[in-house]
Nanobody
């Protein structure tokens, strides 16, 4: 099993940056693909970015491509989401998730963190 804890959320002005971290417990972190998702009030949880177990493959939602960067450090059991040029529509609770394969559907992920709030003011 993998336990995930997100951190790094907060309040930022439009155009600003934040870096989210997701720390994982367990010896098998490096065998999991990782994803970042977000959920705004009244909306469904949506895929933001994903990274393969090795870090060699990444995938982004169109709405964040070019602004967000996902990375991982398997030695530290941590995955990151660097968010630049933030917009008010990026406001949501951000979750990290782990699964055997890099997927985009939330229902296909086995393990989830508790989420961290990101609020972007205009």
């Amino acid at each position: 099993q993998v336990q995930l804890v997100e951190s790094g959320g907060g309040l930022v002005q439009a155009g600003g940056s934040l870096r989210l971290s997701c720390a994982a417990s367990g010896r098998t972190f490096s065998s999991y693909a990782m994803g970042w998702f977000r959920q705004a009030p009244g909306k469904e949880r949506e895929f933001v970015a994903g990274i393969s177990w090795s870090g060699g493959s990444t995938y982004y939602a169109g709405s964040v491509k070019g602004r967000f960067t996902i990375s991982r450090d398997n030695a530290k059991n941590t995955v990151y989401l660097q968010m630049n040029s933030l917009k008010p529509e990026d406001t949501a609770v951000y979750y990290c998730a782990a699964d055997a394969l890099l997927r985009v559907k939330p229902a296909e992920y086995d393990y989830w963190g508790q989420g961290t709030q990101v609020t972007v003011s205009s």
